[in-house]
């Protein structure tokens, strides 16, 4: 089954710099790769996704990079703000097949004052 | 957007006695759902797919006997926690596949969670 890698598992940016948070994934047949947003004790929030027929996607301050010959995927963060911290997860999956989702381990994101 | 209200959001029980959680797609219908299982700064771990009408496919590990799931209807997914026992204790949260009208859409919606805690 597929198994997605995350890295790092903590980041701590300065406010205002970049962060990025890479995944692998296993599963050749992953055709989706959404990103979530988690606070303590609360649901998971997508703030961004992509589909295996695209390498790149922007959203604001948001972008996502995939590779799928290499099977990797990045989040990258710009201009962080003190309430981009919280934990990250990205995650891996077969829409259309069996659709499940399956998480990275988290990267738990300080922004630093 | 698409909702998904998950009950009880905490819950307290005694070890031997079972809990059910509730999780409903309030504005769309729910073919699938998925369970999710999560220890404190841990990863969301996948415990089982919850298919209308018919049986839960169980994650390799995860008891079926222990964690029965129902999925009566279009918008009700239930995961009952047999015998619980303290180390049951955890965060689970479910979620469902956004598909309107026959067209997937980007994202799964989540439940808010329940946390479990088994005394």
């Known amino acids: 089954g597929e198994n997605v890698e995350q890295h790092p598992s903590t980041l701590s940016v300065q406010e205002g710099d970049s962060a990025v948070i890479k995944c692998t994934y296993s599963?050749?047949?992953?055709?989706?790769f959404p990103w979530y947003k988690q606070e303590l004790g609360k649901r998971p929030q997508l703030i961004i996704d992509?589909?295996?027929?695209?390498g790149e996607k922007k959203d604001q301050r948001i972008a996502v990079t995939l590779n799928k010959t290499a099977k990797h995927f990045s989040l990258h963060i710009t201009e962080t703000q003190p309430e981009d911290s919280a934990v990250y997860f990205c995650?891996?999956?077969?829409?259309?097949?069996?659709?499940?989702?399956?998480f990275g381990k988290g990267t738990r994101l300080h922004i630093l004052p | 957007g698409a909702v998904v209200s998950q009950h009880p959001s905490r819950v307290i029980c005694k070890s031997g006695t079972s809990v059910k959680i509730e999780c409903r797609s309030l504005?769309?219908?729910?073919?699938?759902m998925f369970w999710y299982r999560q220890f404190p700064k841990q990863s969301l771990m996948l415990m089982a797919t919850?298919?209308?009408?018919?049986?839960?496919?169980?994650e390799q590990g995860v008891e079926k006997d222990k964690f029965l799931i129902n999925h009566a209807s279009l918008t009700l997914s239930t995961l009952t926690v047999t015998s619980a026992h303290p180390e049951d204790s955890s965060f689970y949260i479910c979620?469902?596949?956004?598909?309107?009208?026959?067209?997937?859409?980007?994202?799964?919606?989540f439940g808010s969670g329940t946390r479990l805690t088994v005394v």
């Open positions: 919850s298919n209308e009408g018919s049986k839960a496919t169980y």
């Open positions: 995650a891996a999956s077969t829409r259309g097949r069996d659709d499940k989702i399956i």
């Open positions: 992509i589909r295996s027929n695209v």
């Open positions: 599963d050749s047949a992953s055709n989706y």
């Open positions: 979620s469902a596949r956004d598909d309107i009208g026959g067209q997937l859409v980007p994202g799964y919606t």
């Open positions: 504005d769309f219908q729910a073919t699938t």
